[in-house]
């Protein structure tokens, strides 16, 4: 059996003013041919994807291209001719194939492509035709479309958040193998949902994301059913077929996967108001309960410059408030700032220096912090870290600075924005000594598990903000809730 496998990922933040370009691909990972097998065996949703087929049968893997690029502004109109142009090349030289698995994120729009997936997909299709079986995967953050859909054999989603990039290739593995096997003919149906909600109540281990997966996975010990995905899209996508979706694919059942994709998307529009509930809290508020709690390690989520879901890492909102408050405890902060970094080097491990940091990056939310400043340590670089289906990521130069208690990591590139604890040991800190972080996420705080008191949101502004009635839609269908008043049903 010889199948091509390919991963092409990016989220879009349409309101993201740093575009995607294929450096930004190289900062996590774009891969080639052979490289491919080397770098991802084991790694993400390809990795899962070929653990399951090594594990089943005989087969020759065709590794075409794997690229990820995180979360930023759309791709420049180049980067996706890239991915475009060795799709095709790839799988014309490839020549006889028995399947594809194609890994994508699902939410990536280039300048004049706002599906760029179902671009790729037709690219795709074109050069194997429309006998050879194509199966997917897709964050369950993806924007799924008509064209999408209409392209492929079947598709798997992530089953919770955090995701799960691994075990949805393990997912799609099953898939494409029960085709190959024939003992499987998948049909899908799906419904797209007019809803788009702030990242809040994304996790899937509480409230209604909690209840609605569980959901679908009760659905998945039916019999017949052999997959059903949610997709709660990410909330800053704007582009004319954007919302939340559910898709169902059974073996051979086309009115079962109909009547359960109505089931599914009957429950997230029944919910919608708890999926809309905010949980942060004021940065005055937030600081001042880190600093009172009794113990470290808390999490302070900087819901508005999360660098997973596109915003550029530079908030100065909370750093401000803990310079405010002087606060007494070890306090760690994230600064994406070439500028300062770039001064530190210059004035050197001991010395002092007086910058505006961060703030300069998105115009539309930045306000630099004047800073006077001691530079306690230089390094940086790429760190070798296998992570949310990636494994490894590129800081550029990086330097801790000293602000009375607070450590001020600040990095050249944007990196995971000091998403992983990694960063800190690297600078000789050990988490265990800190009594708060910021992370620029608001949902990837599991690195840290293991020294996690409490988890406070705050509301702060930014590319991410929780705040979606404020951003400036122009593509997104209209009505949708809870941006419109929608009739009650
Ligand atoms: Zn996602």
Redesign the pocket.
């Known amino acids: 059996m010889r199948i091509a496998i390919a991963s092409y990922g990016q989220?879009t933040s349409s309101f993201s003013p740093v575009p995607t370009t294929l450096e930004t691909y190289e900062l996590y990972g774009l891969f080639e041919g052979e490289q491919i097998l080397e770098k991802c065996r084991e790694v993400g949703a390809i990795g899962g994807f070929m653990q399951t087929f090594d594990a089943e049968l005989e087969w020759t893997p065709v590794p075409i291209i794997h690229g990820w690029a995180g979360a930023s502004g759309p791709l420049t109109a180049e980067t996706l001719h890239h991915f475009a142009k060795k799709i095709a090349d790839g799988l014309k030289a490839a020549g006889p194939l028995d399947a594809m698995y194609f890994a994508l994120h699902g939410a990536a729009v280039a300048d004049g492509v706002h599906d760029t997936e179902a671009y790729l997909l037709y690219i795709v299709r074109q050069v194997i035709g429309e006998e050879v079986p194509l199966v997917i995967s897709l964050?369950?953050?993806a924007n799924l479309t008509q064209a999408m859909v209409a392209q492929v054999d079947a598709l798997v989603g992530h089953r919770t958040q955090p995701?799960d990039q691994y075990e949805t290739g393990v997912l799609a593995g099953r898939l494409l193998l029960g085709i190959l096997r024939k003992q499987l003919e998948p049909v899908m149906a799906w419904r797209k949902i007019p809803l788009i909600t702030h990242q809040e109540q994304f996790l899937t281990a509480h409230g209604p994301m909690k209840a609605w997966f569980d959901l679908a996975r009760e659905m998945e010990t039916r019999p017949g059913v052999l997959s059903t995905s949610n997709f709660p899209m990410?909330p800053w996508l704007d582009v004319p077929e954007g919302g939340w979706a559910t898709a169902v694919v059974t073996n051979g059942d086309q009115a079962l996967a109909e009547e359960l994709a109505d089931e599914l998307a009957d429950r997230a529009w029944a919910l919608r108001e708890e999926f809309c509930r905010l949980d942060s809290i004021s940065p005055q508020e937030a600081v001042r309960r880190a600093q009172e709690a009794e113990k470290g390690l808390v999490i302070l989520s900087d819901t508005g410059d999360s660098v997973f879901g596109g915003a550029t890492g530079d908030s100065t909102t909370i750093l401000a408030e803990l310079v405010r408050q002087e606060v007494s405890s070890l306090a760690l902060v994230p600064m994406v700032d070439p500028e300062t970094v770039e001064a530190a080097i210059a004035a050197g491990v001991g010395g002092t220096l007086t910058v505006m940091v961060g703030g300069k990056l998105d115009p539309n939310f930045g306000t630099p912090l004047e800073l006077t400043a001691e530079v306690v340590a230089i390094g940086g670089g790429r760190f070798d870290v296998n992570m949310l289906g990636f494994e490894s990521f590129d800081l550029g130069q990086a330097v801790l600075l000293a602000v009375g208690a607070i450590r001020i990591l600040v990095t050249e590139k944007r990196g995971i924005g000091g998403n992983h604890p990694s960063v800190y040991e690297h600078f000789d800190i050990d988490l265990a000594d800190a009594k708060m972080v910021v992370l620029k996420t608001a949902s990837n705080w599991q690195f840290y598990q293991q020294w996690i008191s409490e988890v406070i949101r705050v509301d702060t502004p930014g590319g991410t903000t929780s705040h979606l009635e404020e951003l400036p839609w122009q593509h997104l269908p209209r009505p949708i809730y809870p941006l419109d008043e929608m009739a009650e049903e």
């Open positions: 989220e964050d369950h953050h995701h990410q």
